[in-house]
Nanobody
Framework: QVQLVESGGGLVQAGGSLRLSCAAS????????MGWYRQAPGKQRELVAT???????NYADSVKGRFTIVRDNAKNTVYLQMIGLKPEDTAVYYC???????????????WGQGTQVTVSS
């Protein structure tokens, strides 16, 4: 079992910055990916950014150039550095982990509880 705990959300004015953190614990296989998804009221959950255990990253077009995802493998922690925040970024941000336990084809998926990010105009 894997547990994910997010922190760092809050209220910020447009143009401001926040850093989200997600700490993973439990039995995490070495082949894995962590990332952030977000969901605004009335909208479906969408990918924000992901990073693999090998360091490969993927970003949504809407956040490229503004958000940066990094991970500390020693701490099993992933960070999302957000700058130039816009009101459109307002959402609950969820940490995600996928790992290919025992090198299986299909990954197991885990979600954090979510942290609220609110960007005011």
């Amino acid at each position: 079992q894997v547990q994910l705990v997010e922190s760092g959300g809050g209220l910020v004015q447009a143009g401001g910055s926040l850093r989200l953190s997600c700490a993973a614990s439990g039995s995490i296989f070495s082949i894995n990916a962590m990332g952030w998804y977000r969901q605004a009221p009335g909208k479906q959950r969408e990918l924000v950014a992901t990073i693999t255990s090998g360091g490969s990253t993927n970003y949504a077009d809407s956040v490229k150039g503004r958000f940066t995802i990094v991970r500390d493998n020693a701490k099993n922690t992933v960070y999302l550095q957000m700058i130039g925040l816009k009101p459109e970024d307002t959402a609950v941000y969820y940490c995600n982990l996928r790992h290919w336990y025992n090198s299986k084809i299909d990954p197991e998926t885990y979600w954090g509880q979510g942290t609220q990010v609110t960007v005011s105009s």
